[in-house]
Nanobody
Framework: QVHLVESGGGLVQPGGSLRLSCSAS????????MGWYRQAPGKQRDLVAG???????KYADSVKGRFTISRDNAKNTVSLQMNSLKPEDTAVYYC????????????????WGQGTQVTVSS
């Protein structure tokens, strides 16, 4: 089971940007797909963005055009560039392994890291 550590969160004003990073304890080269999730207080944890080993991506409608997911297999990292942030983006963000589009981007990992808090507020 690969261990994942999220970082890069913080407090940002509406309209601002943040770049989140997910570092894996081992090579992600053979992992078919990775995803970023978020969970706001009192809400369920939802998939925000996913990326396959081939570079295919998926975004939740709420973040399309604002967020960009990328992966660097050489560095065992998956990043999430978040632009034009809104207060409703406030949440704890997590990464995990997921199935690709054929599976409907289903969650595969059963271990969650500590996540990284993103707060968008003026």
């Amino acid at each position: 089971q690969v261990h994942l550590v999220e970082s890069g969160g913080g407090l940002v004003q509406p309209g601002g940007s943040l770049r989140l990073s997910c570092s894996a304890s081992e090579s992600i080269f053979s992992i078919d797909a990775m995803g970023w999730y978020r969970q706001a207080p009192g809400k369920q944890r939802d998939l925000v963005a996913g990326i396959t080993s081939g570079g295919s991506t998926k975004y939740a409608d709420s973040v399309k055009g604002r967020f960009t997911i990328s992966r660097d297999n050489a560095k065992n990292t998956v990043s999430l560039q978040m632009n034009s942030l809104k207060p409703e983006d406030t949440a704890v963000y997590y990464c995990n392994t997921v199935g690709g589009p054929v599976t409907g981007w289903v969650l595969l990992g059963d271990y969650w890291g500590q996540g990284t808090q993103v707060t968008v507020s003026s």
